[in-house]
């Protein structure tokens, strides 16, 4: 590899509107933006850390900058796995020698990635925890989507009644909703058969994170996806017999290296694979977009709740997400 010049800036993203899930409110959210560039071509990634491991833009920058005279001397996505532990640090200068790459050997990022092609994506649209009503009308707000997530908050019979409106407000959609580590084991028991009644496809982190194996045993007639249970390869195996889905996230794993390890990984181990996202731009979702052509269940919905994205940016459109060769990832010259 090249000797490379890095570039490392904090961008405040500012959320359209609050956002809440189990124990946060989201307004705005710090970005770590990294650039690499040998005179010739140019990199970029994008990280936004992982809130509940307190992985902010401070400690990702001090990350970045401890290893800043090993990147710039050239290295290659191999050795960072080593250089860096997972997380976003790691995740946006990954992205950036991924996208670097690419416009090096003239090609794009989904063929280093070993993909025949790539294709328009069915994503979630996510509900932030509000109001049922106030749920069942931002359901109907998303008109064109075909997949809608909905964000509880542990409070059993509140998270029901959130379920039934949006369910109601669009009975034709795939339904899926995340707990964020908002319940115990002993509370699924009543909010499993809430959510079959629902038609609810998937439940996504029931439990915190160290209560994995409060699962053995345990049956659900609804998939059971692992994120925050889930942060890295290592996870992996901790996670059979408990979960049935893995949700994959650049910035908990570490970018899109290790993220493609984990698609292949579970599916060797028997599990389905999902990629979510830690909310971002464009450029945050278009290195995801590759790791969902591998993946049952797609959550890319990010910039929507954002009150800007990139220009260009990730496209939209009848429930589907695209990310065309001018967002990132292309041969062609990088965009501003």
């Not at 509940?52 to 960072?80: C, H, P, Q, W």
């Not at 989507?145 to 019979?157: D, H, M, Q, S």
């Not at 908002?182 to 439940?203: E, F, H, M, N, R």
Request: with cysteine.
């Amino acid at each position: 590899m090249p000797a490379l010049a890095l570039t490392v800036s904090v961008e405040k993203l500012r959320f359209a509107e609050p956002f809440r899930i189990s124990g946060y409110v989201f307004e705005t959210q710090d970005a770590v933006v990294v650039t690499l560039d040998d005179g010739a071509h140019r990199g970029r990634g994008e990280a936004s850390g992982v809130y509940y491991l307190g992985d902010d833009a401070a400690k990702m920058v001090a990350a970045i900058e401890g290893v800043r005279s090993a990147i710039e001397a050239g290295i290659n996505r191999t050795a960072l796995q080593q250089l860096l532990p997972p997380g976003g640090a790691r995740n946006a200068v990954d992205c950036a020698l991924w996208e670097f790459e690419a416009r090096r050997a003239g090609c794009e990022v989904w063929q280093l990635a070993g993909l025949a092609s790539v294709q328009p994506l069915v994503t979630t649209f996510t509900l932030g925890a509000d109001a049922p009503e106030a749920m069942a009308a931002g359901a109907r707000k998303y008109a064109q989507a075909r997949a809608l997530k909905v964000k509880l908050t542990g409070e059993l019979e509140l998270d029901i009644a959130r379920v039934h409106a949006v369910r109601a407000a669009r009975p034709e959609v795939w339904l899926g909703v995340d707990a964020n580590q908002g319940y115990a084991i002993d509370t699924l028991d009543k909010l499993i058969p809430a959510l079959v009644d629902a038609k609810v496809s998937l439940l996504e982190q029931p439990l915190k994170r160290g209560k994995e194996a409060d699962l053995d045993g345990f049956a659900s007639p609804i998939a059971i996806a692992a994120d925050e249970s889930a942060l890295s390869l290592a996870d992996i195996p901790n996670l059979v017999g408990r979960f049935n889905v893995v949700n994959i996230k650049l910035d908990k794993c570490g970018g899109l290296t290790e993220a493609l390890a984990i698609a292949r990984e579970a599916r060797q181990h028997g599990l389905g694979v999902m990629v979510g996202n830690m909310v971002g731009t464009s450029w945050a979702m278009a290195p995801a977009f590759v790791v969902g052509q591998l993946c049952d269940i797609v959550d890319l919905d990010g910039p929507i709740f954002l009150a800007h994205d990139r220009t260009p940016a990730i496209r939209y459109h009848e429930g589907l997400i695209w990310c065309g060769d001018d967002v990132w990832g292309s041969r062609k010259a990088a965009a501003t």
